[in-house]
């Protein structure tokens, strides 16, 4: 099995000002292609640390990715590493530059000479094409190791990898591949789900593995076998068998979204639905809406922050409201806004949500946490009442997870 080791490359990787996010994704896909991955790095844009850092990488490995530092400028410095690392001159590449002066010419920019440092690769380089921006990718092979050198900008970098790089690591290490399939699961916590599935989680080929998430919980099987096709086929009757526990606690796979699931499904039944959300501040609208085709479905929302919004727009009982025993975080108000707002948007379903995010208890005795998720529909309206914890951000993602569970249940319980 071959090794891989990331080098990003950026003193603002460094500083924090940016996270890694293009290491984390293509940490994602060694495993699908087999390769083994034990060691990650981040250094500066200094050379001489860039260096030791690519030399002390091909030590140990024999794939190094290297993310950033491809661009024109004197801190773009991971050509001069590579080839200092790999004691391989720089060139000029023709081609290269011949690339970018059309592409300046192109987008009327003006050349200055700093761009031939973008034409410039180690002499073993293959360039990778760019259709997404200036700096190609470069492709190093020299005494048995590989580096591959990818820009920063996550629009350049992601369809790199999963174009010709994956490619290219396919056919260099194309002996076994891991493959693997996620089901996403709602409304179920995750020690609930691990007991459901316990008796499949002995099996080594695939494997299965619970990850909890917040609001929802991950269960990843991951084959391994000759090609795509032969993990597949081993991957398809575990799935099976996980269905056949969990049921329609599985809303989707992939990268299906619970707002897409839960559109999906009021699309199939052609119901509607309106949202008055407090504690979320309209982001479950913003969610439901960031699916395409959403408004065949969603007809809109209230941002019910204050009582007196609560009261005008939704109808809800100013008395509860003001009553220091009940007030804006509880099962009555909740329901209240349900039937409101299902009554205002004229829709088949109502889904509302108040509840106190913190960081500090405004709501009186209300705890932090505290939240009513109310649904209206065909049937009488309910309530439901959690204890989130966390910080704001946290609750409020999860008061917002837990409203589309429940909407979900409720379409699902309709028959
Ligand atoms: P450019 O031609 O834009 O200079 P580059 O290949 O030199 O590209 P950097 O200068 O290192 O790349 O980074 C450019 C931008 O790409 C950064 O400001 C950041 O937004 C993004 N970026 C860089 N490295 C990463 C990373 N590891 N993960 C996510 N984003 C990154
Ligand atoms: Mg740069």
């Known amino acids: 099995m071959k090794t891989a080791e990331i080098v990003s490359v950026g003193t603002e990787l460094l500083m924090g000002q940016i996270a890694d996010t293009n290491a984390q994704y293509i940490g994602q896909v060694f495993p699908e292609l087999g390769i083994a991955h034990f060691y990650r790095q981040t250094v500066g844009d200094n050379l001489d640390r860039l260096t030791q850092s690519l030399k ?6 024999d794939i190094v990715i290297t993310i950033g530092g491809l661009g024109p400028t004197e801190d773009d410095i991971t050509r001069d590493g590579i080839a200092a690392a790999l004691d391989d001159p720089l060139i000029h590449d023709d081609q290269i530059a011949e690339r970018l002066r059309k592409l300046f010419a192109l987008r009327k ?20 094409d760019n259709p997404n921006g200036t700096a190609s990718g470069l492709i190093c092979q020299k005494n048995g190791k590989t580096i591959i050198a990818m820009p920063g900008p996550k629009g350049e970098f992601i369809p790199m990898v999963d174009g010709p790089v994956r490619h ?23 020690s609930v789900v691990e007991d459901r599935v316990r008796p499949l989680l002995n099996s080594t080929n695939p494997t299965i593995a619970p ?10 099987i991951t084959a391994r076998a ?15 068998r996980i269905r056949s526990v969990l049921g329609d606690a599985i809303f989707g796979a992939g990268d299906t979204t619970l707002e897409y699931a839960t559109l999906e499904l009021l699309k199939a039944r052609g119901l509607t639905v309106s949202v008055a959300e407090s504690v979320t501040g309209g982001w479950i609208g913003q969610r439901m809406t960031s699916v395409p085709g959403a408004s065949e479905v969603f007809k809109g929302g209230i941002i019910s922050y ?29 329901k209240q806004m349900a039937v409101g707002v299902r009554k205002a948007f004229d829709t088949d379903f109502g889904l509302s949500v108040t509840g106190n995010a913190g960081p500090t208890s405004d709501e009186g005795d209300k705890p932090v946490g505290l939240v009513y998720i109310g649904i209206a529909g ?38």
Request: net charge neutral; hydrophobic share 35%.
């Open 56 to 61: 002390l990488a091909l030590s140990r490995s």
């Open 109 to 128: 920019f003006t050349w200055t000479e700093s761009q031939n440092r973008q034409a410039q690769r180690p002499s073993c380089a293959n360039p990778i």
């Open 168 to 190: 290219f690591l396919m056919e260099l290490c194309g002996e076994e591949v891991l493959h693997s399939r996620l089901l996403r699961i709602c409304g179920l916590g995750e």
């Open 211 to 220: 990850y909890a998430k917040p609001g929802e919980v991950h269960l990843r």
């Open 226 to 240: 000759a090609n795509t096709e032969l993990a597949e086929a081993l991957i398809e009757p575990m799935e099976t």
């Open 306 to 334: 204050t009582k007196e919004v609560k009261a005008r727009e939704l109808g809800v009982d100013p008395k509860l409201l003001d009553d220091p025993k009940i007030g804006p975080v509880s099962s009555e108000v909740a």
């Open 378 to 415: 065909p049937g009488r309206p309910t309530t439901e009442e959690f204890q989130f914890r966390g910080l704001r951000e946290d609750i409020r993602y999860r008061a917002g997870q837990w409203a589309l569970t429940a909407l979900r249940r409720a379409i699902l319980n309709l028959g």
